[in-house]
């Protein structure tokens, strides 16, 4: 399986991003699908995703509603959209998919938001 992540770049405070991550392989299954992230300096930390069609977030976004993941099944790709965007923000952001118990990772994608 392989994971292709895009949409990174330099944003202002509260600005908008998407990052999508187009997934492709022969003969897998999606058990769970998300982003992590990774700022410099910190470990990688849960984002959001999506399992069995629930989403979870991670703690450091939970209940601000500014991250929504969406999912194209057609396109085999899963979308970040994040809003109103902060400098604790700036990370790389890796896609990442679990397929029994393979766990597979983008190259990552650099978001940095500037004050």
């Known amino acids: 399986v392989q994971l292709q992540a895009s949409g990174g770049g330099l944003v202002q405070t509260g600005g908008s991003l998407r990052l999508s991550c187009v997934y492709s392989?022969?003969?897998?299954?999606?058990?769970?699908i998300g982003w992590h992230r990774q700022a410099p300096g910190k470990q990688r930390e849960y984002v959001v995703g999506i399992s069995g069609g629930t989403t979870t977030y991670g703690d450091s976004i939970k209940g601000q509603g500014r991250f929504t993941i969406s999912r194209d099944n057609a396109r085999n790709t899963v979308y970040l959209q994040m809003n109103s965007l902060k400098p604790e923000d700036t990370a790389v952001y890796y896609c990442?998919?679990?397929?029994?118990?393979?766990?597979?990772w983008g190259q990552g994608t650099l978001v940095t938001v500037s004050s």
């Open positions: 392989g022969r003969r897998f299954r999606v058990n769970a």
């Open positions: 990442n998919l679990r397929s029994g118990w393979e766990s597979y």
